[in-house]
């Protein structure tokens, strides 16, 4: 069983940093690409940030480009987020999913993605 697990959320003041981590598991460890997503209460889930396992391209979304930053570690099977200058309007339960299609970062649509975990709680509050 395919299994992501995300740590590292928590309650920042406005400016602040934190760093999300998700860890991948299970069999076969098949996976071509992993993205963050958040979702707000009352709004719908939307793409953040994807990375490519295979040769590192990510996507950012205009909301965070500049102040967020993916990262993999493809020997623990780990991608990071760093999360830098956070606003209350990041505030978000983030989560990461895995993708076992290949294609540009851009072109990923958040229906590519088929493996979630559980979601971690990101508070941006002062």
């Known amino acids: 069983q395919f299994e992501l697990v995300e740590s590292g959320g928590g309650l920042v003041q406005p400016g602040g940093s934190l760093s999300l981590s998700c860890a991948a598991s299970?069999?076969?460890?098949?996976?071509?690409?992993i993205g963050w997503f958040r979702q707000a209460p009352g709004k719908e889930r939307e793409g953040v940030s994807y990375?490519?396992?295979?040769?590192?391209?990510?996507y950012y979304a205009d909301s965070v480009k500049g102040r967020f930053t993916i990262s993999r570690d493809n020997a623990k099977n780990t991608v990071y987020l760093r999360m830098n200058n956070l606003k209350p309007e990041d505030t978000a339960v983030h989560y990461c999913?895995?993708?076992?299609?290949?294609?540009?970062?851009?072109?990923?649509?958040?229906?590519?993605?088929?493996?979630w975990g559980q979601g971690t709680q990101v508070t941006v509050s002062s």
């Open positions: 999913a895995a993708a076992n299609v290949v294609m540009p970062t851009h072109y990923y649509r958040r229906e590519d993605f088929t493996y």
């Open positions: 299970g069999f076969t460890l098949h996976y071509d690409a």
């Open positions: 990375i490519s396992r295979h040769d590192g391209s990510t």
